[in-house]
């Protein structure tokens, strides 16, 4: 499978910590080095640079942070799972614009592509628990006070303070109907899962690949329904703002889209079947085998836009 522009950044930065650790090279020459690999220019630049960086200048921070979680001392982690504990460190404290599972999901992944057999369980358990400290409310589970050594609840997806929903997702969801699509997504045959199964409010490693013409629904809301079983049940996943659209993605597709958006977990998203209007859209639609297709009736449009807006108030 194809790696996007974002999970090659993090390799190479991976791969920079790493030299790092061992040579105790200065960043701007690792930097360098690291540019004239092969597959270098595939890579998302800037976050490969900031990554590098972050997770280097801010290194002794980091370890404090991370040791309250490990079992042995860091000099006794192999060095790729020392650069990789860094890197996922570094991401979480500094990037919150990256939801915390991507973090720890892209940690995983590296780990099981660079580190040792059992590595990737190691890193998961390490991160997950370091996601705790630094992104206490988007977690939603409770954290020890640096001050009192006593537990103290995080916020949960509940509480009215808590920022679940940021206000780009909110405007995307609540914008005025007029400008939307649908496409079915089998994430089987994409090549790549839009969220996951627990969900994800924007997520900015939402994509898939696909064999479809999609230029014109690039900046269109866009909303994707799934279906499983035979007859079939058709799912509402979610909604994105499609903003790339990268060629030559994989072997077998066109393009890899990707953009900003929410994913409702499974449990919440809700049966097309029995609404009204949805038999006939569903003919009309052709039973989503033509593609991206705009919506024309707007009615179905602002049925999608209440659904979606039902599920997240009641997502917990």
């Given at each position: 499978m194809s790696k996007s522009a974002r999970r090659r950044a993090r390799e190479f930065a991976l791969q920079g910590i790493y030299q790092w650790l061992l040579s105790g090279n200065d960043v701007s020459v690792i930097e360098q080095h690291m540019s004239q690999v092969a597959a270098f220019d595939k890579a998302d630049g800037e976050l490969f640079r900031a990554l590098l960086r972050g997770a280097i200048g801010d290194a002794e921070s980091l370890r404090e942070a991370l040791r309250p979680h490990l079992a042995r001392a860091l000099d006794d982690v192999s060095p790729v799972e020392h650069a990789l504990l860094l890197l996922a460190a570094h991401e979480l404290k500094s990037h919150p614009e990256t939801p915390y599972r991507v973090v720890i999901n892209e940690a995983i992944e590296l780990a099981k592509e660079y580190g040792g057999t059992e590595g990737h369980k190691f890193v998961n358990?390490?991160?997950?628990?370091?996601?705790?400290?630094?992104?206490?409310?988007?977690?939603?589970?409770?954290?020890?006070?640096?001050?009192?050594?006593?537990?103290?609840?995080?916020?949960?997806?509940?509480?009215?303070?808590?920022?679940?929903?940021?206000?780009?997702?909110?405007?995307?969801?609540?914008e005025a109907v007029g400008n939307d699509f649908v496409v079915y997504h089998n994430p089987d045959t994409m090549g790549r899962e839009f969220g996951d199964e627990e969900g994800c409010v924007d997520d900015p490693e939402n994509g898939f690949y696909t064999d479809k013409q999609a230029e014109y629904a690039k900046g269109a809301r866009v909303w994707m329904v799934t279906g499983t079983g035979h007859p079939r049940e058709y799912f509402l996943c979610g909604c994105f703002r499609l903003e790339r659209i990268e060629d030559g993605a994989e072997e077998g597709f066109q393009s890899l889209l990707s953009g900003y958006g929410v994913t409702l977990p499974s449990h919440l998203r809700p049966s097309l079947n029995h609404e009204a209007w949805f038999p006939d859209f569903l003919n009309r639609v052709g039973h989503f085998g033509l593609g991206f297709q705009r919506i024309s009736d707007e009615h179905v449009a602002a049925a999608f836009v209440e659904l979606v807006r039902q599920k997240i108030a009641s997502w917990r």
């Open positions: 358990g390490v991160i997950d628990k370091l996601a705790t400290s630094f992104r206490s409310v988007e977690t939603g589970r409770s954290h020890p006070n640096d001050e009192t050594g006593q537990t103290v609840r995080a916020a949960k997806a509940s509480d009215p303070l808590t920022v679940v929903v940021p206000d780009r997702i909110e405007r995307l969801v609540s």
